[in-house]
Structures are given as structure tokens and as C-alpha cells.
């Protein structure tokens, strides 16, 4: 990440690379940059020590912090009978 739009900020911390790409996605399609560091170095996968951070520059902080909440409530929902 470049310094262009401010300086890169911890958003979560989540237990796996899977996951923390998920957040990724939902948010760059949400027009917010944002980088997965931590999942993997060397070849080493370090998904078993819980510590993949979701990282967005500081000045999209607030706007990732709504976005995570609404992909937090939408994993809260109960799944329809449907699904």
C-alpha cells in the first residue's frame, strides 16, 4: 500500500487468510482499498496463530469499519429455511 491516500491502519484481525480475502474483496467492491497481510511468509502459513490483518488506508477507516459491520450482521442472520 502506498502512502498516496494516507497511511495503512489495522481494520480486523481475523483467524484465516480465507477469510480475512473475503473482507477484501467485500470491501475493495465497496471502492475501498485494502491489503491481507500476515497469512502467509516464506512459504510458511501462519493461519493457525489467528493473526491475518485486513489493513485499509486510514482516511477509509470509517466507511471499512461500516462495511465490516454489515458483513458482520449479515453473518449473524440466521439462515433461511430455503438455503
Known sequence: MSNESGNPVVLTTVLTEGE?????TELEQNGITARVAGGESGGFRFEALGKVEVLV???DLERAQAVLRAIEAR?????????
Do not use: F
Open 57 to 59: 488506508y486510514e482516511c
Open 20 to 24: 480475512a480475502t473475503l473482507i477484501q
Open 75 to 83: 453473518d449473524d442472520e440466521p439462515n433461511s429455511p430455503d438455503e
